[in-house]
C-alpha cells in the first residue's frame, strides 16, 4: 500500500525546463534545470530522470504531478501550430453591430482559419431569453453543417450573457456533438471568460485555437511519465497561481497563458513564508515583477491582450523589463544600457567571465562583488580588466530597472520586503536604499517549479444575480457554493476548501435589483489518492 506523500512540479520554460521533488511536508527533496527540447517531451524526462537519481524516490510514492507551461502562449505569437476554429456568436436579433474578429491582426484570422457565425438567442442580464426565444434548433444544425463543410477543427461558441445564463451554449455544443462526432473541440464562452461580450468572445476564440496544442503537451507529459513507471493525478498551472486537473487544462488551455510568471510568484511566496510581498523573478533574459496579496498573485484589473488580442480572463499583474543574467551591457552616447538584448541559454559560452567576448550583466554582478558562481569554466580573473568606475555604474544601473520596477507594481507609499527568485537573481545586492527588505531565499532558483507543485486548486464565479425574488445573502451563498463545486472540480480537497475572495457590487444602471457577484474559492489538492489513476 503507497503512501503517495510526494509530488512533482515541472515549468517548462523557453529556455529551460525545471524539476523539483517535495515530500508531503513541501520540503525541497530533489531540484533540477534541464534545457527545454524543441519535442518538449524530451525536457521534461531529463528533468525527472535527474531528480529521481538525485531523490531515489520510489515512483509509487508520488501522488501527483503539476506543470506549467508556455506551450499555448508561444503558439498564439508565433501563429503556429493552432487549430482552424469557428466562432458561433448566439446573439441575433442583437449582437451584430461589431462582428467577431473585429479588430484582429490577419496573420493571426488566417492562422487559425477563423470564420464567423450569428445564429438567434441569448439572454437578457437577468438571464431571461433574448426576445423570450429559445435556441433554434433547426437554424443550429443548419451553422454545424456548414462548419462541417469549412473543415473546421475546433468551435468557439459565445452567447450574450452567458455568465448568467450558459443554457444555450450549452445546447450549442450538444448539436455540435451530433453533427460533428463527441470528438470535436467546443469552448463555450461562459467557462473562459467574465462579463463583456467582445473580450470574452475573443478569449474562447484563442483557447479554441490551441486546444490542439494543448492535447500535444498533454501527451508529450503523460508518455514521459509513463517511460518511468509513475502513475498518479496530472495537473497544470493556471494564470491565477493555482492548479486545474488535466482533461480540465485540454478543454480550456488559454487559461493556462501566464502560469510561469505566476508560479515563479506562488513560488516566492512559500519559500520566503511572505502572503503580501513583491516578487522579483529575474531570469536569463527579463525579469517579471508581481506582487503578493494574501498569498495570491494579484490579478490585473484591466484587459490584458494576447497576441495583440484583447482578452477579459484573469491574468497576474505583473511589469516586465528587459533584464537578467544574459543581458548584454553596452554604452550608448556615454550611457550605460544594460539589455534588453541577451545571450540567454548561451551565457556559459558567451559571457565574459566563462571565456567569451560578450559583456554580460552576469560578468557586472561577479565584478561588482555582488555575485559569485560556482562553476569550473566562470573565472572572474577574465574580469580584472574592467574598470572600476564602469562596473560601480553598470551595476547602479541593474539595480535602478529593478528597484523601478518594484516601485511601480506597488498601490501604496507603504514598504513591503521584496523576493528575489530565479537563476539571474544574484544579480541584485542583499541590501538597496529606499527598498524594502531583500530576500533571496533557499532553492530560488527552482522557485517557478516549487510555486506549480506547492499551488492550490481554485474555482470561481463571477456573475449577475437580480434580487427581486432572492435575498442578497440568498444570491452570495450561491455564488460560493458555485465556487467552491468549481474548484473541487479542479481537484481541491472538498474538506479544506474555502472562500478566500468575494466581491459584491451593485448595478444601478440595469433595471431592477441586481448585484455583481464575484467569488474565488481555493483549497490543497487531494493529497494520498489513489496512485492507479495517470492522467486522469
Given amino acids: 500500500m503507497t503512501t503517495n506523500s510526494y509530488k512533482i512540479g515541472i515549468d517548462v520554460g523557453g529556455t529551460n525546463t525545471d524539476v523539483v521533488i517535495l515530500d508531503e511536508a513541501n520540503r525541497v527533496v530533489a531540484s533540477t534545470k534541464s534545457a527545454t527540447t524543441p519535442d518538449v517531451q524530451q525536457g521534461i524526462f531529463n528533468g525527472i530522470r535527474t531528480v529521481l537519481e538525485q531523490s531515489q524516490v520510489d515512483t509509487a510514492d508520488i501522488a501527483y504531478v503539476s506543470l506549467g507551461t508556455t506551450h499555448a502562449t508561444n503558439a498564439i505569437i508565433r501563429r503556429k501550430l493552432l487549430s482552424r476554429v469557428a466562432v458561433v456568436r448566439i446573439c441575433l436579433p442583437a449582437g451584430r453591430g461589431v462582428p467577431p474578429l473585429t479588430n484582429w491582426q490577419a496573420d493571426l484570422v488566417e492562422a487559425m482559419g477563423a470564420e464567423p457565425y450569428l445564429i438567434h438567442g441569448g439572454f437578457e442580464y437577468d438571464g431571461r431569453p433574448l426576445a423570450g426565444k429559445r435556441l433554434d434548433r433547426a437554424e443550429c444544425l443548419e451553422v454545424l453543417e456548414r462548419i462541417k463543410a469549412s473543415g473546421a477543427e475546433s468551435i468557439a461558441v459565445c452567447s450574450i450573457f452567458s455568465p448568467v445564463n450558459g443554457d444555450h451554449e450549452k445546447e450549442f455544443a450538444e448539436y455540435a456533438r451530433e453533427v460533428l462526432g463527441p470528438g470535436i473541440a467546443v469552448t463555450v464562452s ?48 493556471q494564470n491565477d497561481g493555482t492548479l486545474m486537473a488535466l482533461d480540465y487544462a485540454i478543454r480550456y488551455p488559454i487559461l493556462t497563458i501566464g502560469s510561469g510568471p505566476t508560479n515563479s510568484l506562488r513560488g516566492a511566496a512559500y519559500l520566503s513564508g511572505l502572503k503580501d510581498c513583491i516578487v522579483a523573478d529575474i531570469g536569463g533574459t527579463s525579469t517579471d515583477v508581481g506582487i503578493m496579496v494574501n498569498g495570491f498573485p494579484r490579478q490585473s484589473a484591466i484587459a490584458v491582450e494576447v497576441g495583440g488580442v484583447l482578452t477579459n480572463f484573469r491574468m497576474p499583474d505583473l511589469i516586465s523589463i528587459g533584464l537578467g543574467g544574459g543581458s548584454v551591457v553596452t554604452v550608448e552616447n556615454g550611457e550605460i544600457r544594460v539589455g534588453p538584448d541577451s545571450v540567454g541559454y548561451e551565457i556559459t559560452k558567451k559571457a565574459l567571465c566563462f571565456g567569451g567576448d560578450t559583456l554580460t550583466a552576469t560578468d557586472i554582478a561577479i565584478a561588482a562583488g555582488v555575485a559569485s558562481i560556482d562553476a569550473p569554466n566562470c573565472d572572474r580573473s577574465r574580469l580584472a580588466d574592467l574598470d572600476p568606475d564602469f562596473v560601480r555604474r553598470a551595476m547602479d544601473e541593474i539595480v535602478r530597472m529593478v528597484a523601478g520596477a518594484c516601485d511601480r507594481i506597488k498601490t501604496s507609499t507603504q514598504p513591503l520586503p521584496v523576493v528575489l527568485v530565479g537563476g539571474g537573481s544574484i544579480l541584485m545586492p542583499e541590501r538597496v536604499d529606499g527598498m524594502g527588505d531583500m530576500i533571496r531565499p533557499d532553492n530560488f532558483g527552482c522557485a517557478n517549479a516549487i510555486g506549480a507543485a506547492t499551488a492550490d486548486a481554485s474555482g470561481e464565479v463571477d456573475a449577475l444575480w437580480g434580487l427581486e425574488g432572492i435575498t442578497r445573502e440568498e444570491a452570495m451563498r450561491q455564488a460560493r457554493e458555485q465556487a467552491v463545486n468549481k474548484a473541487v472540480e479542479m481537484g481541491a480537497d472538498p474538506e479544506a476548501t474555502e472562500i478566500v475572495d468575494m466581491e459584491l457590487v451593485p448595478l444601478t444602471y440595469l433595471p431592477g435589483n441586481v448585484v455583481r457577484i464575484k467569488v474565488k474559492a481555493a483549497g490543497p489538492l487531494r493529497f494520498g489518492v489513489n496512485a492507479n489513476c495517470a492522467s486522469q
Avoid: P
Avoid at 192 to 219: F, H, K, M, P
Fill in 190 to 237: 461562459a467557462e473562459i471568460g467574465s462579463l463583456s461580450l467582445i473580450e470574452r468572445e475573443n478569449s474562447t476564440l484563442l483557447n479554441a485555437s490551441v486546444v490542439g496544442v494543448a492535447l500535444r503537451a498533454a501527451q508529450g507529459l503523460t508518455e514521459a511519465l509513463d517511460r518511468f513507471g509513475i502513475r498518479c493525478k496530472v495537473f497544470f498551472a
